[in-house]
């Protein structure tokens, strides 16, 4: 009696395609963009299949092509991650007083500057306002003294009606 082993070999197209895949994101957008110009060079249907493949696996447009999957930063945001670092401590004390005193000092300046452009909104607002009232009201004084003063009718004093 004898035993057969069927195993895949290790190898073929298919880790081919992803060794090259690799190899590709190791090097870079640029050699993604590289092997598409060659594909278009060397058969029209295979740099449009790397045109398809690069726009619809997200390659044209990842920051890096193999930074976000071989680091595990899939869903992460590039400002989010050193946000979150921003704020842990250094370990030397020093640093982390001088720090914690700017951040603070930098959110109390963007409090008053937020603070100085509301009045400076509110006073442009109440001179437009202002404008726009001197403007009416000379405007009424204008038609006023245009109109000539309506005669009364029959025997009522002027101003009555």
């Known amino acids: 009696m004898t035993t057969t082993n069927y195993t895949?070999?290790?190898?073929?197209?298919?880790?081919?395609?992803?060794?090259?895949?690799?190899?590709?994101?190791?090097?870079?957008?640029?050699?993604?963009?590289?092997?598409?110009?060659?594909?278009?060079?060397?058969?029209w249907p295979l740099g449009l299949a790397l045109l398809a493949y690069m726009i619809?696996?997200?390659?044209m447009f990842a920051r890096s092509c193999g930074?976000?999957?071989?680091?595990?930063?899939?869903?992460?945001?590039?400002?989010?991650?050193?946000a979150m670092r921003a704020a842990q401590p250094t370990g030397n004390?020093?640093?982390?007083?001088?720090k914690a005193e700017t951040l603070r000092r930098l959110e109390e300046e963007q409090e008053a500057f937020?603070?100085?452009?509301?009045?400076l909104r509110t006073s442009k607002d109440k001179?437009?306002?202002?404008?726009?009232?001197?403007?009416?009201?000379?405007?009424?004084?204008?038609q006023?003294?245009?109109e000539a003063p309506a005669k009364p009718e029959g025997d009522a004093r002027p101003g009555e009606y």
Request: aromatic share 14%; glycine share 10%; hydrophobic share 45%.
């Open 93 to 98: 004390r020093a640093f982390d007083s001088y």
């Open 114 to 119: 937020e603070a100085f452009l509301q009045r």
């Open 8 to 43: 895949a070999r290790p190898g073929g197209f298919r880790s081919a395609l992803h060794r090259g895949e690799d190899w590709l994101d190791a090097k870079g957008k640029w050699a993604w963009i590289a092997a598409m110009v060659l594909g278009f060079v060397i058969f």
């Open 56 to 59: 619809w696996g997200k390659k």
């Open 144 to 146: 006023d003294a245009t």
């Open 67 to 82: 930074h976000r999957r071989a680091h595990g930063h899939d869903h992460d945001h590039h400002w989010g991650r050193h």
């Open 127 to 142: 001179t437009e306002f202002d404008a726009f009232m001197e403007d009416r009201a000379r405007a009424n004084l204008a």
